[in-house]
């Protein structure tokens, strides 16, 4: 997509941050579909189906996450699976060597992956968003060092097995112990339905029209008194934030945490999850989460041949729709609203020979 | 502490450094011509092991005719790669470069996984267990001749830039994007070049690493970065920054790995680029595409 179409459209739909069509779209869809996750547990008893929704929800928040940070303010970044990985380990350490429900332990798992993000973004942005994208991927590939290597912290390779069932209180003086694999369900579906709704609010409000106007242009951005800095850090914080929390709620549900929360895999599927649904739609990067969540699954492709086939996807992406399938539905959307208006058709006609 | 331990500890290190140092050589000139941060180079070293391999255990080819082969065919498939893929890329975005070399580095990793499963193989002929004594120095000869091309390839890199008109040329495009357009160089022309000489360093480096370790499909995954590290300390761009800081890095690995416990040490280049990136944002020794 040409800049000038992205800038047109961020005029057009700016009010809902480009990511529905009109202004009762989102919030209905978002109701619909939040509604219909929270009832599959009573329609279906088929753990099956829950395994799937807990990967699709897990990989929602990771992914949801990277659309801010890539498709709105516009840094590539392959951090995310270190965020969750901190996240990860902070939760399972904490719970089992210092006791602390797993609440608190997940908030704090959120709290260090959020300083990490932090910490790395401050650094590499005063230099260049290229510096960031690279310090990004070596600190993901340093925290599985670490988390290997640093046998006396995180029990090195074999990792910490056998995490505890989980015991949460609840307000009212209620306690619920996650158990059946319909608890994790509602607990990890729970959550990424609360990190979604704050995603979208973020990215609907003033501070995603800001991230956006400096993906756009930067130097026009700051012109008009928006503090690029400031907004970089909030979407890698936010990103890592939920990342974190996500990690810590999900080694859980795995019942182990090891190294391998660090792995490549995560960070390439949720590139690609990224860059199908389209960076910067909101709706676009939930709909091939959804989809590449569950298709490798229930086509039961060995992994290395699923990796061949994303890789294979990717390229085709990046060759042929760099914009994604939210940014191709965006440019049918502004053709059909550049077509003329049956009352204005002499006018139309005129202008049909005009550039494009 | 035993002297001879500490050269051959530091023999050792020198002989990864160039290995190190063709990889980062050809990823800075390819970042520093093209402005493409190349993710599926460490697969192109990974081809040239495993092509090394399968050549001088299936076919009766000597060392010397595999590793021309071998650098030869890497050249030709950086002349693919450029026509097909970096080509169309010129100039349009970092984030591009990097997601499309990512998809062509999982298919090349996974597809190589997929062929030739995980197994690492080791190269056995009558060259590998031979060694060669230099002063009491103990050395195999497959390394010895490894860091023989190693210098060599650095050396041919250096007269190619200074003293080619195409060299002068590759270097001005980096210098300086349109002022080189403006006295007629074809960036095209330039950047094929950088990606055919990059390639082709790193598929020699691959077939001269091949019977001194163990060769497996994800050998270059775990390579590259570290080669990006080395590219980023040593300046963006900045061929023979690269270089040293290969060497370097090589030479303190090795000695850390003799005598403290073998922890982290593959963590010393990361934290090293993190440390520099804070305290010198342009690398050790600058930006630019200087030898």
Redesign the interface.
């Known amino acids: 997509m040409t800049r000038t179409a992205q800038e047109a459209s961020l005029n057009a739909d700016g009010a809902d941050g480009g990511t529905g069509y009109r202004g009762w779209f989102s919030p209905l869809a978002g109701l619909l579909l939040a509604t219909a996750l929270l009832l599959v547990p009573f329609l279906s008893p088929s753990e099956y189906l829950l395994a799937l929704g807990v990967s699709f929800a897990m990989f929602s928040v990771l992914s949801s996450g990277l659309n801010l940070v890539y498709g709105y303010a516009g840094l590539l970044s392959f951090a995310q699976v270190g965020f969750f990985g901190i996240g990860a380990y902070t939760a399972a350490l904490l719970v089992v060597e210092r006791g602390w429900s797993l609440w608190t332990g997940a908030v704090a798992g959120g709290v260090l992956a959020a300083a990490a993000g932090f910490a790395i973004g401050y650094a590499s942005l005063r230099l260049s968003r290229h510096a960031f994208a690279i310090v990004s991927l070596c600190f993901a590939l340093l925290c599985m060092i670490v988390a290997r290597d640093w046998v006396s912290l995180t029990r090195g390779a074999m990792g910490i097995p056998g995490l505890p069932t989980p015991e949460l209180s609840l307000p009212g003086g209620l306690r619920w112990r996650v158990v059946r694999p319909a608890d994790f369900y509602y607990l990890i579906v729970g959550f990424a339905i609360a990190a979604q709704l704050l995603i979208y609010l973020v990215m609907s409000s003033r501070l995603g029209r800001a991230m956006r106007a400096i993906k756009l242009n930067e130097p026009l951005a700051q012109s008009q008194g928006i503090n690029p800095l400031a907004y970089k850090l909030l979407a890698i914080v936010l990103s890592a934030v939920l990342a974190g929390m996500v990690g810590g709620l999900f080694v859980f549900y795995l019942s182990i945490v090891d190294p391998s929360v660090f792995d490549f895999y995560y960070t390439e599927t949720m590139l690609i999850m990224v860059i199908i649904g389209g960076p910067g739609s909101f709706w676009g990067v939930l709909g091939s989460t959804a989809v590449l969540a569950a298709l490798p699954d229930l086509l039961r492709f060995t992994t290395d041949l699923r990796m061949v086939l994303y890789g294979l996807v990717l390229i085709a992406v990046m060759l042929l729709f760099p914009g994604g399938i939210g940014g191709w539905l965006q440019r049918r959307r502004l053709a059909r609203w550049r077509r003329p208006k049956p009352g204005r058709a002499a006018a139309g006609t005129l202008d049909a020979g005009g550039p494009r | 502490m035993d002297l001879s331990f500490i050269l051959q500890l530091l023999l050792g290190g020198l002989v990864i450094g160039v290995i190190y140092a063709l990889v980062a050589m050809g990823l800075s000139l390819i970042f520093g011509v093209l402005e493409i941060?190349n993710f599926a180079h460490g697969e192109f070293y990974m081809l040239g092991a495993m092509a090394a391999f399968f050549l001088s255990s299936g076919t009766s080819l000597g060392y010397w005719p595999t590793i021309l082969l071998v650098t030869l065919g890497a050249a030709c498939v950086g002349y693919v790669l450029y026509e097909a893929?970096l080509g169309?890329l010129q100039g349009e975005g970092?984030?591009?470069s990097?997601?499309?070399t990512?998809?062509?580095?999982?298919?090349?990793?996974?597809?190589a996984?997929?062929l030739f499963t995980t197994t690492p193989r080791m190269i056995s002929n009558s060259l590998t267990y031979s060694t060669v004594t230099i002063g009491g120095l103990r050395i195999s000869e497959p390394r010895l001749y490894a860091l023989g091309l190693g210098l060599a390839a650095f050396a041919a890199l250096f007269v190619v830039l200074h003293r080619t008109r195409m060299g002068k040329a590759m270097r001005g495009v980096a210098q300086n994007r349109e002022a080189a357009l403006m006295v007629g160089i074809d960036p095209r022309a330039v950047a094929r070049l950088a990606v055919v000489i990059g390639i082709g360093l790193s598929g020699l480096a691959g077939a001269a690493l091949a019977p001194v370790y163990a060769v497996h499909p994800v050998m270059g995954?775990a390579f590259v970065?570290k080669a990006?590290?080395i590219i980023?300390i040593g300046g963006l761009g900045n061929v023979s920054g690269a270089a040293f800081t290969a060497i370097a890095l090589g030479l303190i690995e090795s000695l850390i790995g003799g005598f403290l416990p073998l922890?982290?040490v593959?963590?010393l280049a990361?934290?090293g680029?993190?440390v520099i990136?804070?305290f010198k944002?342009h690398g050790l020794f600058g930006r630019g595409v200087r030898v």
């Open positions: 941060v893929l169309s970092f984030e591009r990097i997601l499309l990512l998809g062509l580095s999982m298919v090349l990793q996974n597809g996984v997929y995954f970065f990006f590290a980023i922890v982290m593959d963590a990361f934290v680029m993190i990136l804070l944002p």
